[in-house]
T-cell receptor
């Protein structure tokens, strides 16, 4: 049973198109994230939601819009795709508990913009 | 600004030998978590080991152990008896609060048979 699942795993699309990536976690966590990993493997936070509220919004173009319908889901919509948007996008979730803290990742969605 | 620095973009180790990956971080917080994540070619990010800053004892997980030097803001990962399956990108991460995780630039580890 996958803890953090994201779909699709692969996306190939043309410049200017709009695309969405969906993410769901079944861990009961309150916080969900979107990270972008570029071709050099740099992993950068884009957004973070806690109980459906946006709490981290890094400097990301307005073309990127996250949406959290409930605390188990965090989707990412990208408008007017550009070549530089090609990357692997990771969804993740976490819960801060007395026993510890950990970030759980999905398998990543590789986006290729042609 | 809170930053995590991994100064070794690439490392290699002979199978069965020991290798140490370096990580330093910058923070003004006194309580936080530190992590090492592994990313094999499959792309999945896997937690290797975790350390709470207020615990003085270094964390260990089987062949993986850390050398946590709080005053020096250093958090290195030691892999003993290296195996072919250890080949991956390794990311050091720092978390000052439950909602923030910051990653280093990664170290690519090659294991030589």
């Amino acid at each position: 049973d996958t803890a953090v699942s994201q779909t699709p795993k692969y996306l190939v699309t043309q410049m200017g198109n709009d695309k969405s990536i969906k993410c769901e976690q079944n861990l009961g966590h309150d916080t969900m994230y979107w990270y972008k990993q570029d071709s050099k493997k740099f992993l950068k936070i884009m957004f973070s939601y806690n109980n459906k509220e946006l709490i981290i919004n890094e400097t990301v173009p307005n073309r990127f819009s996250p949406k959290s319908p409930d605390k188990a889901h965090l989707n990412l919509h990208i408008n007017s795709l550009e070549l530089g948007d090609s990357a692997v996008y990771f969804c993740a979730s976490s819960q801060d508990r007395a026993g510890g803290r950990e970030l759980f990742f999905g398998e990543g969605s590789r986006l290729t913009v042609l | 600004a809170q930053t995590v620095t991994q100064s070794q973009p690439e490392m290699s180790v002979q199978e069965a030998e020991t290798v140490t990956l370096s990580c330093t971080y910058d923070t003004s917080e006194s309580d936080y978590y530190l992590f090492w994540y592994k990313q094999p070619p499959s792309r999945q990010m896997i937690l290797v080991i975790r350390q709470e800053a207020y615990k003085q004892q270094n964390a260990t997980e089987n062949r993986f152990s850390v050398n946590f030097q709080k005053a020096a803001k250093s958090f290195s990962l030691k892999i003993s008896d290296s195996q072919l399956g250890d080949a991956a990108m390794y990311f050091c991460a720092y978390s000052p609060t439950g909602n923030q995780f910051y990653f280093g630039t990664g170290t690519s580890l090659t294991v030589i048979p």
